[in-house]
């Protein structure tokens, strides 16, 4: 895990790899459930005007998260 950085802190048009997810009981389980898991690929694809809700692609769809929520979502920049 070199140069890890919060979800909450990646820039638009970034692509990531998760390396952890920190959220333990429900919100944990409902970050999972969303997809959100170590080794799967996001872009993030856009923040609202005050900067939450960060919007993500991943797989075949796009997903929003709170700050609250990528606060807990560690993540790598995937070069290339």
Same mark, same amino acid.
């Given at each position: 895990m070199n140069n890890c950085i919060t979800l909450r802190?990646?820039?638009?048009?970034?692509?990531?790899?998760?390396?952890? @997810?920190g959220?333990?009981?429900e919100l944990g389980r409902r970050i999972r /459930?969303?997809?959100?898991?170590?080794? @799967?690929e996001v872009t993030v694809v856009g923040k609202a005007p005050l900067r /939450?809700?960060?919007a993500l692609r991943l797989?075949?769809?796009?997903l929003t998260l709170r700050n609250s929520e990528a606060d807990?979502?560690?993540?790598e920049l995937?070069?290339?």
């Open positions: 802190q990646a820039q638009v048009n970034q692509k990531l790899r998760i390396c952890s @997810v959220a333990q009981g /459930d969303m997809g959100l898991m170590p080794g @799967v /939450d809700p960060v797989r075949d769809f796009t807990h979502i560690v993540v995937v070069e290339g």
